[in-house]
């Protein structure tokens, strides 16, 4: 929720020199292509990662683009004790340019994405897909996340390279959470007063539900 809001300040912002650029600009073919840098991923509360991406015009309205993440660990907000962390996150995207050109490209998009995580947690607990709270002083635990988006988005340019990509969209997303390997698991109930709500380290499930998107990136036009 945070992210979405500092996403929607940051756009405030831009709306006013957008409008500039619009009113000034030429229509042009749109032949450029991108490097992007996603830095609120960054600041995931739960799974922080660096994740980057290429967005390559193919021809006419056409892009087709590749977002790729890596981390490791927990984030700040979740003050686990943990170990040997590892995420990897893959996001394929086509993109379809709206109109015959201008110094603001709008699109719509299909992105498809997929997260694997894996992490030793240590001193904890968890609730089993029955319903049972364990604790636990060892568990490794995998969290796998797929699904689509249908976005729409810009590319605002803030000078001749450098420029902010604003999207939003939804779509569904599918997310196996499991534990394995148990260390000295009992039943019981861990206390959590470094936070007051649910995180994805505490409930083992199977879960397929409708999953909105909305973000920035930074990006350096080729």
Known sequence: MRTHVLVLIIFSFSVQHMIAQEADGKKSPD??????????????????????????????????????????????????????????????????????????????????????????????????????????????????KYGMHLKFGLFLSLGRHFGFNFYGGLGFRFKDVSFGNLVNAREGNAERPRHGFTTIYEKEEKDFRPNPTLGVKLFYKL
Do not use: C, M
């Open 31 to 144: 032949t450029d292509s991108y490097l992007t840098f996603s830095p609120l991923s960054l600041l995931d509360f739960y799974s922080p990662r660096l994740r980057v991406g290429y967005v390559q015009h193919i021809e006419g309205h056409w892009k087709l683009g590749l977002d790729l993440g890596v981390g490791g660990g927990t984030g700040l907000f979740s003050q686990r004790e943990s170990e040997d962390g590892t995420l990897f996150e893959v996001r394929p995207e086509i993109y379809y340019r709206l109109g015959k050109g201008s110094r603001t490209p709008k699109y719509i998009s299909a992105e498809f994405f997929y997260i694997d995580e894996s992490i030793t947690l240590l001193n904890d607990g968890y609730q089993r897909r029955d319903g049972v709270d364990f604790l636990y002083d060892k568990a490794d635990f995998n969290r796998q």
